[in-house]
């Protein structure tokens, strides 16, 4: 089956999708977000676009929220029109989420406080540890945990089989950046470039825009910023519409979860790429949000946050590792 190419001129991109699918998918993949308060129902009307070259046959909801003279300059609701072949396409402003999604600055100043006031989620410890002897043949996790002076910290399967590794490799010289309940990693002191370096990550996740800082976590100074739209908009403008999607199917549940995931580790690169930094260095992140997008950033149903007496999943603070998030920080 030939693919139709459906071009954007206004932003300057195009994509290619096969008879049949629907236009505001189309707009969805070339990166342009679209408003649709009804989550695609035909209902509301806010999601028009113009034709500017091919043809797509009116739906019933095209008739009915367009006169015939707009119907005849082009005028169709993304979300019931289907694409049936190669088109080019305008979105007015109006149609499109606002822009200036970055609400924060990144001037490097110190984002929190004072530095004596910033208590760091991760720390980050240089340390010596002893040499086992004959007579003290301690095991390398008590070496570790009695050098940080934290017996109960956890250290993963994953580090007590690197450890041994690292700490001889690099005689007993090494870095432990520890958590309050566990040792996130340890590498060794000579190569670690900078020790005092300890980058976190804030994120506001809000239901139209995400918004992101990079962190020194010792210090609270900003050292970067990066935001986007957030692409669950594809999915309904408002909560409430994003519960009901969400709730279609377990899929539907992972879509909505990955899209943000995504979008984060897009922004993420970018300013990897254009601030020299690894984002794997990244030990913390704090995300912020409603407890909507809380729930549907972790990829937990949020159901009955629709239903009356509308029960949260949850309401504590949940402590999550990336790596099963998705997240491109330190696993």
């Not at 977000?33 to 676009?49: D, M, N, Q, S, Y």
């Not at 989620?121 to 940080?148: F, G, Q």
Request: charged share 20%; hydrophobic share 40%.
């Amino acid at each position: 089956m030939k693919e139709c190419r459906i071009s954007f001129p206004k932003f300057n991109s195009e994509v290619f999708a096969l008879p049949g699918t629907s236009l505001f998918e189309c707009a969805t993949r070339a990166g342009i977000l679209i408003r649709t308060p009804c989550a695609g129902a035909g209902k509301c009307g806010k999601c028009a676009v113009r034709i500017i070259e091919g043809d797509i046959p009116p739906s019933k909801e095209c008739e009915h929220h367009f006169t015939a003279e707009k119907l005849n300059e082009g005028w169709r609701l993304a979300c019931r029109a289907t694409v049936e072949g190669d088109l080019v396409v305008d979105i007015p402003n109006t149609t499109l989420f606002e822009s200036g999604v970055v609400a924060l600055s990144d001037s490097g100043e110190n984002a929190g406080g004072n530095a004596a006031d910033t208590v760091p989620m991760v720390e980050k410890r240089t340390l010596t540890l002893l040499e086992p002897t004959l007579e003290n043949p301690v095991s390398d996790i008590d070496n570790l945990l009695s050098a940080l002076g934290a017996s109960d910290l956890r250290v993963s399967l994953d580090l007590a089989r690197r450890l041994p590794t690292i700490i001889r490799e690099n005689n007993f010289n090494i870095v432990a950046s520890c958590s309050e309940t566990e040792v996130v990693s340890v590498k060794p002191a000579s190569s670690d470039g900078n020790p005092s370096a300890n980058l976190a990550l804030a994120i506001d996740l809000g239901t139209t825009t995400i918004a992101m800082s990079i962190l020194d976590a010792d210090t609270g100074v900003q050292l970067a910023t990066g935001g986007i739209l957030n692409p669950q908009a594809s999915f309904g403008d408002d909560v409430l519409n994003r519960v009901c999607a969400q709730s279609e199917s377990d899929a539907k549940r992972v879509e909505m979860s990955s899209c943000v995931v995504d979008a984060i580790n897009k922004i993420l690169a970018e300013i990897a790429d254009a601030r020299g930094m690894d984002i794997r260095e990244i030990r913390a992140v704090s995300v912020a949000g409603n407890t909507v997008m809380q729930s549907l950033f972790c990829g937990v149903p949020a159901k009955w946050l629709g239903e009356i007496p509308f029960a949260p999943p949850f309401s504590r603070e949940m402590r999550l590792t990336a790596s099963e998030l998705g997240l491109n920080t330190h696993a």
